[in-house]
């Protein structure tokens, strides 16, 4: 019946507020409270989220959605983040401020003279942070270059159950985050990257004060914190999971303490490239809880480390090493015997690990199921053999740049991993048709599947996976063996395909786009670049079909002229990103989707 | 007298010997930089990652090349190229006039 609004006539508010609480988008938010006086007052009780970008006054800003929406927990500042602005500023830093400085004046009762524009996040905006949302209990302020101590003090002094702080390219100095210590006493994350202004003497008071419930810190690229700091950390956070540290100004002598001091740690996360074999040592020996482990650019560590890692971290689920120049397989052999938990393992340009030092993980840790091995030349076929003998949970394989790795070990792992998921090759030369076409007959779980420039992968393979695998993701990029014929089979044997890289393929044409039109109505994301045989035609048949398109990469492609862009634009309504090169956008197209085209930019 | 001997051409930071000026294939290529030569040779030099790149001549698997004493990066190496025009490249070395200099001549 007309008239009638049986939902706010019936629904007390305490349901509707629940109703809101499962709401995670912003513009679905958004939407709710533009439908009646009730609902937006109900929905601004409930929203519990905001994220503010660069907005050009964001002191005002925040004192105006501090008193709309009082029960905010997580707010995030992010200065990097321009939002588009409803009324066109040109630069946002130049004199025409005062088009948004209008907007807000009205709202502004009486505060004091703003002669200073601060155009990031200032002290006063922190203050008002700190009055407007004292419930507050996670926060992150990037960039906010206005930020000092004081600004800090005000807001911890009022934020009394801040539980995560996060704070990367803030200069604020030790007496902000002193305060933070003394006030915040629940305070179990916190974050620092780039900010330049904190010494030792702020981490260490911060770390007395809130050292019996922080549980995570992380440390990047600050130059003035140092051993001392950790020192701090290892003495009076006896809680703590979760450590992540970048910096060149650490040594052994700091992680040691954290080592020696938190016996509960989980999670470590080492680039610091003065730290040696001591530390790590000092790990094995006392964190006997870690359970993820991961190690950068490391030119220092020897095997020395793995097998005290390997001897007394017997929970280790998590392992990635980046670029340890020194590790070989005799290490790996180690954690592989001692790890036997181990579930994640990933090996990036550590070039002295090759075969080996895999086929002891394959045989000893049967709970594998994710395995990503980065510019790993010397890693071969039998290493693989291995693991798809023994690895039979595995459910997620990441191979770039191995050389060495073939079809008999894609064979292998097909055959021994079942439940395969997610296989991720890229430029490893020696894979052809014989071992896709075994992914395809045993792998039937398999949604994710990427081939980038293996140019030995042709059609039949393609069939196969169609006829085995309802994939969801597929990329071919580069395997130019594949043409009509595989395209066409997985249009027709994947339904359910929502993302697809076809770029780089000089044999496929039009025939295909017109099979993907009519298979894959799901597609939601497309890449066409490169595609020499693909004209207007193809496209349009694929384009009219897919309704869902999001995103269309279509650069490079000489059948494709402004008429087909141009459909592209008025038949797919959902679409969010197209990528083409600038001559091809007709003035009228620009006019109806500028927003979403993004043009073609060369290397040189 | 002058030196009479293969025309080398070296490392700007530390002389290293990079190439043979007999190797040139072209000089008309452009670097990141300013100009840059094609060699079909190249020593002294580690061979960085791969990395997949659109270039003003189409999209090519390169990987950076640097100078093996002082890590200087001098330019880059065609690993594959996807446009058969292109495909001449294939195991060539660029080398960036601007972090090269002549030894010897």
């Known amino acids: 019946m007309r008239g009638r609004d049986w939902i706010n006539l019936i629904l007390p508010d305490e349901l509707i507020l629940e109703i809101f609480d499962h709401l995670d988008l912003k513009s679905s938010r958004d939407a709710c409270s533009l439908v009646c006086k009730r609902w937006c007052c109900l929905e601004r009780i409930s929203r519990d989220t905001i994220r503010i970008g660069a907005s050009g006054s964001p002191d005002e800003l925040v004192r105006i959605l501090s008193k709309k929406f009082v029960n905010v927990k997580n707010l995030f500042v992010d200065e990097r983040l321009a939002i588009p602005m409803p009324v066109d500023v040109g630069r946002r830093r130049a004199g025409s401020q005062s088009s948004v400085r209008l907007h807000l004046v009205s709202e502004m009762s009486g505060s004091q003279d703003n002669e200073i524009e601060a155009y990031c996040l200032s002290d006063a905006g922190l203050a008002s942070i700190g009055d407007g949302f004292s419930r507050i209990e996670k926060l992150s302020l990037i960039w906010c270059s206005n930020a000092t101590s004081a600004g800090l003090k005000s807001m911890a002094e009022k934020c009394k159950f801040l539980k995560s702080l996060d704070l990367q390219g803030c200069y604020v100095g030790d007496k902000g985050l002193g305060a933070v210590g003394e006030c915040c006493k629940k305070l179990e994350d916190l974050n620092l990257r780039f900010c330049e202004g904190l ?88 964190c006997l809880s870690l359970e993820l482990l991961s190690l950068y650019s490391f030119q220092r560590f020897t095997d020395k480390s793995l097998y005290a890692i390997g001897k007394g971290c017997k929970k280790l689920k998590n392992l990635t090493l980046s670029d340890c120049y020194f590790l070989s397989d005799k290490g790996l052999e180690a954690v592989a015997a001692g790890c036997t938990e181990l579930s994640h393992l990933e090996v990036n340009g550590c070039h002295n690990i090759g075969t080996f030092g895999l086929e002891t993980i394959g045989r000893s840790c049967k709970q594998l199921s994710e395995l990503a091995l980065l510019y790993c030349q010397k890693i071969g076929n039998h290493a693989l053999s291995e693991v798809g003998k023994g690895c039979n949970y595995l459910q997620a394989l990441h191979l770039v740049d191995c050389s060495s790795i073939g079809d008999d070990a894609i064979c292998s792992i097909a ?52 006829q085995g695998c309802s994939l969801q993701h597929l990329n071919v990029s580069g395997c130019h063996q594949i043409g009509d014929a595989g395209i066409i089979a997985i249009a027709r044997g994947c339904p359910k395909l929502s993302y697809l890289d076809i770029s780089v393929l000089q044999n496929l044409g039009n025939m295909a786009m017109a099979e993907l039109g009519e298979g894959c109505p799901l597609l939601k994301d497309i890449v066409l670049s490169h595609c020499r045989q693909i004209t207007d035609v193809g496209l349009e048949h694929l ?37 083409v090169e600038k001559w091809k956008v007709s003035q009228r197209t620009r006019r109806r989707a500028g927003s979403i085209i993004s043009y073609l930019c060369v290397d040189l | 007298m002058a030196e009479y001997g293969p025309r080398l051409y070296s490392c700007c930071k530390c002389r290293n010997h990079i190439a043979l000026h007999d190797d040139i294939i072209s000089k008309a290529f452009q670097g990141r930089n300013g100009r840059a030569f094609l060699f079909s040779h190249a020593m002294n030099i580690t061979v960085g990652r791969k990395e997949d790149r659109n270039l003003m001549t189409g999209l090519h698997t390169v990987a950076d090349i640097s100078c093996a004493d002082c890590c200087e990066v001098l330019g880059w190496k065609y690993e594959r190229a996807y446009e058969p025009s292109q495909k001449y490249k294939e195991g060539k070395f660029i080398l960036e006039k601007s972090k090269i200099v002549n030894e010897n001549w």
């Open chain 1, 199 to 286: 010494t030792d003497t702020g981490l260490v008071e911060l770390a007395i004060g809130c050292g019996s419930t922080l549980k995570s810190i992380g440390v990047a690229a600050c130059a003035k914190i140092t051993d001392t700091s950790l020192e701090a950390v290892g003495t009076h956070c006896k809680c703590l999971e979760s450590m992540a540290l970048d910096s060149e100004f650490i040594n052994n002598k700091g992680v040691l303490a954290v080592a020696q001091g938190c016996l509960q740690l989980k999670v470590l996360k080492l680039q610091c490239i003065n730290v040696t074999d001591e530390a790590l040592q000092a790990v094995g020996l006392f």
């Open chain 1, 415 to 466: 055959r021994g991993c079942r439940l395969l998921k997610k296989l991720h090759i890229r430029r490893c030369y020696l894979v052809g048709n014989r071992g896709i076409i075994a992914v395809g007959e045993n792998c039937k779980f398999l949604t994710d599947l990427s081939l980038r420039f293996c140019d030995r992968v042709g059609d039949s393979a393609l069939v196969a996976v169609g």
């Open chain 1, 543 to 579: 384009v009219k079909r897919c309704a869902l398109l999001e995103t269309c990469h279509m650069v490079y492609c000489p059948g494709i002229t402004a008429a087909g862009v141009a459909t592209v634009v008025s038949s797919c309504d959902k679409m969010k990103k197209i990528l």
